[in-house]
């Protein structure tokens, strides 16, 4: 998805689902809100849009083809400069909760959620890790 309307002075979420339709609600909403979105649908396309930036929080969805949430952690954390980035782990799954638990995540959001569960969620971590 194109990353359309980029102001360097907001900070960045990364959201990732390979559902096309949360992603984009995401988008829109979010940079209402004053925050610069990318969006990716799996995990490889996730470290590939993080290639030039450092996102203040992510948002990814733990069941998705090709790299799901679990091992897109696994490789952020291996990452000296991503490893400090909330992650915000996002599923329907019913045992969301212990996997949120086992990856670190920073914060769970329960699908279907709104988008005032979303912005709290990124609010909630970058107030707790102060990121910009």
């Known amino acids: 998805m194109p990353q359309r309307w980029f102001q360097p002075e907001r900070p960045v979420v990364l959201v990732v689902d390979d559902d096309c339709?949360?992603?984009?609600?995401?988008h829109a909403y979010l940079q209402l809100e004053g925050y610069n979105v990318r969006t990716a649908t799996n995990g490889e396309e996730a470290l590939a849009a993080l290639d030039d930036c450092v996102p203040c929080a992510m948002v990814v969805d733990l069941r998705m083809p090709v790299m799901?949430?679990?091992?897109?952690?696994?490789?952020?954390?291996?990452?000296?400069?991503?490893?400090?980035?909330?992650?915000?782990?996002?599923?329907?799954?019913?045992?969301?909760?212990?996997?949120?638990?086992?990856?670190?995540?920073?914060?769970?959001?329960?699908k279907p959620f709104g988008?005032?569960?979303?912005?709290?969620?990124?609010?909630?971590?970058?107030?707790?890790?102060?990121?910009?």
Request: glycine share 6%; net charge neutral.
């Open 21 to 26: 339709t949360t992603c984009a609600l995401a």
């Open 68 to 110: 799901g949430g679990e091992e897109l952690r696994h490789r952020q954390l291996a990452n000296a400069t991503l490893a400090g980035v909330p992650f915000i782990l996002m599923s329907a799954w019913p045992e969301l909760h212990l996997a949120a638990a086992n990856l670190g995540a920073a914060d769970v959001l329960e």
């Open 115 to 132: 988008n005032e569960e979303l912005k709290a969620a990124i609010e909630r971590v970058r107030r707790i890790f102060r990121r910009p």
